[in-house]
Every structure is written in C-alpha cells, then in structure tokens.
C-alpha cells in the first residue's frame, strides 16, 4: 500500500504536468531552491536526528499548474539515506483568497522494507489565504489514506500567518495538529524570522515544539535554515 500511495503521488504529479503541457510554452516558468539547514524539522519532528541537512528542489509552473520535485538528506537511524518528494497542483483564486489544491507523494531512498509499516505515502492538499497589507493569513489540510510507518488515515491540519514588518524582513507561525489513526495524535508548532541577505539568498531562523511527551525527536528546538532560490 504504502509503495501503491507514492506511485499514485508521482502518477498525478506526472498527470498535472501534462495536461499543463496544452498551455503555451511561453508560460512555461522554472525555479530552483538549495539550502542547509541545522535540523530538518518536518510537523515539529527533526527528519535528520538532530543534525544538519542538505536540501534542493525545482518547480515548473505552467499557468496555474505547477509541479516539482524536493529532496532533502535524512537520518533516522536506518539505512534511509534521502527523502524525495514529488507534487502537482493547481492554484487559483476566489473572493479575494487565494487557492492551492495539490498531491504530495513522499519516497524515500533506501529505506528498509517493514511489513504493513512502509516510509512512502501520498496526501492531498487543500489551502487558502488572504493578504491584508503586509499580513498573509492562512489555512491548509492535508490527507493520506495511508501515512507513514503503521499509521494508515491521517489528517494535518494547520492555521498560519505571515507578516512583513520592513523591507527583507518576515516574520511568521503556525499551528498544527496531527490526526493518526494508531499512533497518538498531536499538536505541532513554530515561530521564525526570515531576513533576505540579496535578491536570491535568504536565512530563516525557528523554533518547533510539539506536546509530544517522551520523545526528543519532538522536543522543542531552533533550526536555522540558509536558502539560495533562483
């Protein structure tokens, strides 16, 4: 199930892609990211045992379709040497908000073979929202049908907000809860400042915590991230 949900990511992402692919390739835009940061942190859990992390990534936008590929080293202890996730959507807006609904399929490179508790999972995505002056607040949901490890359904969901105080500044947090259908459920969240060093070339620096008990993966921590986008 678990090998099925990430081919069913990768079968939509590739699916967006071409039906992009009828616009004109005039509009056809490409991006690229790379950072490190000092602890992955995925939904307040560090994905690298702490440690630091080497990220990349690339987006093609056609119209209001894009798709894209991230990876991102991590350590969990195993023989997983790298995550790789592919995603497609299609953004729009309405009223005055602005629309994102996606699939996210997660794969991991080398990651061991577990019976009924597989590393790779797809899920879906629906967010909104709206800027009011130099404020972005939002909303998002994602959904697996079968998630990580031995959890199969899980829900994410996740309020966020954004503000720019002045020019290269940015300041912004979230909150999240975490809904698992065997492990327990929790609630995630972070508060950063991001600082643009040149027109390509930005640092984010953030606390996670979780209220996660017992687990130092889920402790609270700061992670600080340097980011090339171009």
């Known amino acids: 199930m678990k090998l099925q949900a990430s081919c069913a990511a990768l079968a939509a992402a590739l699916a967006t892609l071409t039906f992009a692919g009828a616009a004109s390739a005039q509009d056809t835009q490409f991006a690229f990211n790379a950072s490190v940061t000092s602890d992955y942190v995925f939904r307040g859990a560090s994905q690298s045992d702490e440690g630091l992390a080497l990220q990349g990534g690339v987006d093609m936008s056609v119209g209001s379709f894009y798709a894209g590929a991230w990876a991102s080293s991590v350590d969990f202890g195993d023989s997983t040497d790298a995550e790789i996730d592919l995603y497609g959507g299609y953004r729009t807006e309405a009223a005055g908000f602005a629309l994102d609904f996606g699939v996210v399929g997660y794969t991991y490179v080398d990651a061991p073979s577990i ?4 590393y790779g999972f797809v899920e879906f995505k629906a967010a909104a929202s709206r800027a009011i002056g130099p404020v972005t607040a939002g909303a998002a949901v994602y959904y697996s049908p079968d998630f990580f490890g031995v959890d199969d359904e899980a829900t994410y969901v ?4 954004a503000f720019t105080p002045a020019d290269k500044w940015s300041v912004s947090a979230a909150l999240g809860k975490q809904f698992l259908d065997f492990s327990d459920d929790y609630v995630t ?10 027109d390509n070339l930005s640092v ?9 008990d017992n687990a130092p993966l889920y402790d609270g921590r700061v992670a600080a991230t340097l980011k090339a986008a171009f």
């Open 204 to 212: 984010d620096v953030r606390y996670h915590d979780t209220d996660v």
């Open 189 to 198: 969240w972070n508060v950063g400042v991001g600082y643009a060093l040149t």
């Open 158 to 161: 996740e309020g966020n907000v």
């Open 115 to 118: 019976p009924n508790a597989g």
